[in-house]
């Protein structure tokens, strides 16, 4: 992969779950998604949110390797993003455990577009860590960029397109 540095970037890849020793779901806050330590279904005060009535709920996480001709990159998919790729929901794997985990066991075929965030793994280090926030298999209405290019979204956050991948276009 041609990531280096902060920033937003589109991704047209494979996604491979190589490490099958990894929780694919955590308990979370029902109301601002954080990690709990609460037990399923308890009422606690999120120390996060600070809502005094959070319920703890079951999320679906995953940790994958995104791969295309150039390279690969590890990142981490959370909540909605993660159940879309895996096909079940947080409440499905923590219920079914192996059954689910046998299922997961599979090599996406095709590639797909995943919308990455890479930040810092510590301010002190040159380390990188990418979460991938967003999927699609197919990205309607799209132009392939012939040059590495950036521009701002109407929240501004710098976006960046890497050379050769496909960049939606503005609407």
């Known amino acids: 992969m041609i990531l280096s ?3 937003y970037f589109w991704v047209h890849a494979r996604a491979y779950v190589r490490v099958f020793k990894q929780s694919f779901w955590y308990m979370s806050c029902n ?3 954080k990690i709990s330590s609460s037990d399923f279904n308890e009422t606690y005060e999120c120390v996060f949110c600070k809502f005094s009535h959070a319920v703890a709920v079951p999320r679906a996480r995953v940790y994958l ?13 959370i909540g909605d993003t993660a159940e879309k ?9 923590m219920d079914s455990g ?3 985990l046998e299922k997961i066991r599979i ?8 919308y990455v965030k ?3 793994k510590n301010v002190l280090d040159n380390e990188y860590k990418y979460d991938i926030i967003f999927l699609n298999e197919s990205v309607p209405s799209m132009s392939t960029s012939s040059t590495c290019t950036s521009s701002r979204t109407n929240k501004g956050k710098d976006i960046a397109y890497t050379t050769d991948t496909p960049m939606p276009l503005q609407g």
Not at 85 to 93: H, M, R, S
């Open 5 to 7: 540095g902060h920033g």
């Open 31 to 33: 109301t601002c998604k």
């Open 65 to 77: 390797e995104l791969e295309d001709s150039t390279g690969s990159l590890s990142g981490t998919m």
């Open 85 to 93: 790729f895996l096909q079940y929901t947080g409440q499905q794997i």
């Open 98 to 100: 192996s059954q689910v």
């Open 107 to 114: 090599t996406l075929e095709e590639e797909q577009f995943f």
């Open 118 to 120: 890479g930040m810092k």
